[in-house]
């Protein structure tokens, strides 16, 4: 057997082990019975444990650095990223691995406890425990800068606080200001969004805006779970849920309309790619740069709503009589601070991933009591929103990420929605997104985002995919310009 029949066996037996755990997960997700979870965690660590081991093979890391070179370009980029994610777990053992996992296991079945009755106190010991495992093995890792700058490359390779630090500051400085003037203007009503719709009802409608995206049954899924997710199983399964909620009946359609920018990613991607590192590979960022353009420039957009509001109207006819489709994408675009993140409109949802970068700084810098960590997080809000939280389901406990330890992974929602107004700018050049939304014919728009972005997955960086896709290098102003005219017009500033 060759070096390259080995590799193949070797990463098609990684791949399988990588489909079981990704099964597990959306269980997990589900909330399963509550007396078999504790069975199911067990065998999943055992599973986590394998996988662990025959990825960090020293044979096989060898073998990697025999092939980063190869002459097979595809080949040498398998191998380049199999040797990032190895490098990743220098120094930490499978026991040691083994036993993150359990803690990991434990912090998210207590958060889907204790999230719903808002108790910190309660969570908080597990969050604790999570961070110092964590931190414990990016510990073992090679550096220079430090364990948090580690976490936020492992999502977007090249950006770290540095980077992250002056992003953020120009968002602030253009945010903030926006955010006081539009509170000065005159306001729309929102009141009809906010009536009761009945989930069941919103259901019954939901087919057809996935019908509309070019969602379906042959290679996708939709469930409900208590937060919106995508996973990307394999590239002929993505699955994503979405979460109805009865007193706003948009944020369902937005929340669908956001994961299905992911499914289109997960299932563009180059066919070659399927199970292998480079589809798992994408860069966080770049992912959210496909959600957030299809829910902030096609699912805010007017066209969108002049084609779906009468087949709301349908299902709601008392609720939604007499409102246009000019008055309901007002109200979607509506600027208000608010608590919860997923809700949160173009202007004030940068600000909510601002208090969490800032303290997800602090818990990895030691500057920060975990167990308290709930008073910095209502400080926070209360002086960049303006709002006083109520309770922890509303507040600290309402993001999956930090019980799932996605650390690091929260300042992408924010680079990803600058990644897409650059994207979208350059998309509007090539093709007439608008007259192909009113016609319902949105398949040449996915057409250029697979061509351009989408096929590559985790084969290029997202840097090389912006220069790629739009002739440029990433420039924030592209998404400054935007959020600034867009809002400016919507409140006659």
């Not at 025999?66 to 370009?73: G, N, Q, T, Y």
């Not at 803690?103 to 808002?118: E, H, N, V």
């Not at 896709?469 to 935007?482: H, L, P």
Request: aromatic fraction near 12%; charge should be negative.
């Amino acid at each position: 057997m060759n070096k390259t029949e080995q590799f193949a066996r070797w990463e098609e037996k990684l791949s399988a082990y990588q489909y079981a755990l990704n099964l597990h997960w959306l269980d997990g997700n589900n909330e399963p019975p509550e007396e078999g979870k504790a069975y199911s965690q067990k065998m999943a660590a055992i599973l986590h444990g394998e996988r662990f081991a025959l990825e960090n093979d020293p044979e096989i890391h060898t073998l990697l650095e025999e092939l980063k070179d190869d002459p097979d370009p595809l080949l040498r980029r398998k191998a380049q990223l199999y040797l990032e994610k190895t490098d990743r777990m220098k120094g930490v053992d499978k026991d040691e691995y083994v036993a993150y996992q359990k803690i990991l296991a434990d912090s998210i079945q207590a958060w889907l406890k204790y999230r719903t009755a808002g108790d910190w106190k309660s969570y908080a010991p597990y969050l604790k425990d999570l961070v110092e495992a964590y931190s414990r093995m990016f510990e073992k890792r090679e550096r220079t800068g430090t364990i948090y700058d580690l976490m936020l490359e492992d999502h977007e390779k090249g950006w770290n606080t540095e980077r992250y630090d002056a992003f953020f500051q120009e968002v602030k400085e253009h945010c903030v200001p926006l955010l006081k003037k539009i509170a000065d203007a005159k306001q729309p009503d929102v009141s009809f969004l906010h009536q009761y719709y009945p989930a069941e009802k919103q259901r019954q409608y939901m087919p057809e805006v996935l019908k509309y995206l070019g969602f379906t049954e042959k290679w996708g899924k939709m469930y409900e779970s208590a937060h919106p997710v995508t996973s990307c199983v394999s590239q002929g399964d993505i699955r994503f849920s979405t979460k109805y909620r009865e007193n706003d009946i948009s944020a369902a359609i937005l929340s669908s309309v956001h994961e299905i920018g992911h499914a289109w990613y997960g299932h563009d991607t180059d066919p070659l790619y399927n199970g292998t590192v480079i589809a798992r590979s994408i860069c966080a960022g770049m992912h959210e740069s496909q959600s957030r353009l299809l829910e902030n420039h096609i699912g805010r957009s007017l066209v969108f709503w002049q084609t779906h509001l009468p087949g709301l109207q349908k299902v709601f006819p008392a609720e939604l009589s007499g409102v246009s489709a000019e008055q309901f994408c007002r109200a979607v675009c509506t600027v208000k601070p608010g608590l919860i993140r997923t809700l949160a409109d173009e202007v004030t949802y940068p600000l909510h991933i601002m208090i969490r970068y800032e303290i997800e700084k602090m818990m990895f810098s030691g500057k920060a009591d975990i167990l308290k960590l709930d008073e910095v997080w209502n400080q926070m809000v209360h002086n960049l929103l303006g709002l006083d939280v109520p309770d922890a389901s509303q507040g600290i406990l309402q993001d999956m990420h930090w019980p799932y330890a996605y650390f690091g992974y929260f300042p992408t929602y924010a680079l990803g929605s600058a990644f897409a107004a650059q994207f979208y700018a350059a998309l509007e050049k090539e093709v007439p997104v608008e007259k192909l939304l009113a016609e319902g014919k949105p398949e040449e728009i996915f057409r250029w985002l697979r061509e351009h972005i989408h096929t590559y997955a985790g084969y290029l960086d997202s840097d090389e995919v912006m220069r790629s896709a739009t002739g440029k290098d990433f420039d924030i102003r592209c998404w400054t310009d935007y959020i600034e005219r867009k809002y400016a017009q919507l409140y006659s500033l």
